[in-house]
């Protein structure tokens, strides 16, 4: 909001207006902002973890992340091509729902066998599966705790 009486308009949300502006600045992709007023593109906001943001500009996140996926905060893509720290595709042993934040381990006793995985898959008889599990493993002889 101008001071010393000058006339102008606040900043608008999406935006930043470093001093001296003539015009606003958009909040960069990966970032968003809802407030009026931003003097810094530090007021922008990284994308909220489990969300994208796609775009420049924007007052709010684009949408969920995809389920395969995990968006762990400032994404600018529903399904991150590769492991970043922003996301990416859930690894083998690991699945992710839509929105997900974090690739989620296997339980023992499931599998995930590939990269985006949306669900683990039940260990087969004969063989065991430990948490976090990209394949199933043959049972020792004797081996306890496996599925005969």
Request: glycine residues 18%; proline residues 15%.
């Amino acid at each position: 909001t101008p001071r010393d009486g000058a006339v102008g308009s606040s900043c608008p949300p999406g935006s930043y207006c470093p001093q001296g502006s003539a015009s606003p600045l958009p909040c960069p992709a990966g970032q968003y902002s809802s407030s009026t007023g931003n003097t810094g593109i530090h007021d922008c906001l990284l994308c909220d973890a489990g969300y994208f943001c796609n775009g420049t500009g924007l007052v709010s996140p684009t949408g969920l992340c995809e389920a395969g996926f995990y968006c762990s905060g400032g994404s600018i893509s529903p399904r991150p091509p590769r492991p970043t720290a922003s996301g990416g595709p859930c690894p083998p042993g690991h699945v992710c729902g839509v929105g997900s934040s974090r690739a989620q381990p296997c339980p023992a006793g499931t599998y995930s066998p590939s990269w985006s995985g949306t669900r683990c898959l039940q260990c087969p008889g004969g063989f065991y599966c430990p948490s976090a599990s990209s394949n199933y493993t043959d049972c020792p002889p004797g081996g306890s705790g496996c599925a005969h």
